[in-house]
């Protein structure tokens, strides 16, 4: 049976973009999986705001092919990773309003119990590597979804004292302040590891909601059956 998993995000200069690639290969890694790349939609007030500078247009440009995501993709997955780039280390408004309008899947219950894991970019190593991870989790809690981090053991490359992105509470990349920095090859292990790691948990998750289904169902046959 197969185990859908959503990776969804939002990147204005590509670098979200590239861990979201990389989270994908991770998912597609692990038998039975499905996965399906979708972006967050830009502002359009931000798209006047940045049109002015080519890096921006360029990134732009690379994932102009990537479908936005919508409602109908959150209910599909049974597992959701988030590439969530920091603002003053908090999910930017782009992500927000996205969040914002599941209501109606939150008053239904349709994302509880599904695994969720969160990756980000920051443009320093003290720019909000783990607070846009952790503040980003409140609404995706708040939506009965089940979090799903990188672990020491499983990402031994986070246990250094270089500076690269990533933690505990899910993968990073640095961006530079001038956005130059491109994600290195630890950052992108990081982020297939939660890839993997993600849809493992998926299809367990996803097993477990069929027996309870299964169990509630009127006349469903028990074990003294």
């Not at 990147?11 to 861990?19: D, I, K, P």
């Not at 440009?61 to 959701?80: C, K, M, N, P, S």
């Not at 908090?90 to 996205?98: D, E, L, R, T, W």
């Not at 246990?159 to 001038?178: K, N, Q």
């Amino acid at each position: 049976m197969e185990t859908s998993i959503l990776v969804v995000y939002y990147s204005s200069y590509g670098h979200t973009y590239q861990l979201a690639q990389a989270v994908m290969e991770g998912a597609l890694s692990v038998r039975g999986a499905e996965v399906r790349l979708r972006r967050i939609p830009e502002l359009e007030e931000a798209r006047r705001a940045l049109s002015t500078q080519p890096t921006y247009v360029q990134a732009q440009d690379q994932q102009a092919d990537v479908a936005e995501a919508t409602h109908d993709d959150l209910r599909w997955a049974d597992g959701i990773a988030w590439g969530i780039p920091t603002r003053y280390g908090n999910m930017p408004a782009q992500v927000k309003q996205f969040i914002d309008t599941t209501g109606a899947l939150w008053a239904r219950g349709e994302l509880e119990d599904k695994a969720t894991g969160i990756f980000t970019s920051t443009a320093t190593v003290h720019g909000g590597q783990e607070s846009t991870v952790l503040t980003s989790l409140v609404p995706l809690l708040h939506l009965g979804m089940i979090f799903v981090g990188t672990p020491y053991g499983q990402n031994p490359q986070i246990l250094t004292i270089d500076g690269i992105g990533g933690s505990p509470y899910g993968p990073g990349t640095l961006a530079g302040g001038d956005g130059s920095r491109q994600p290195t090859g630890a950052e992108l292990v990081t982020a297939r590891n939660l890839g993997s790691r993600l849809a493992r948990v998926a299809a367990r998750l996803r097993g477990l909601r069929e027996d309870a289904r299964h169990e509630e169902q009127p006349g469903a046959p028990t074990d003294d059956d």
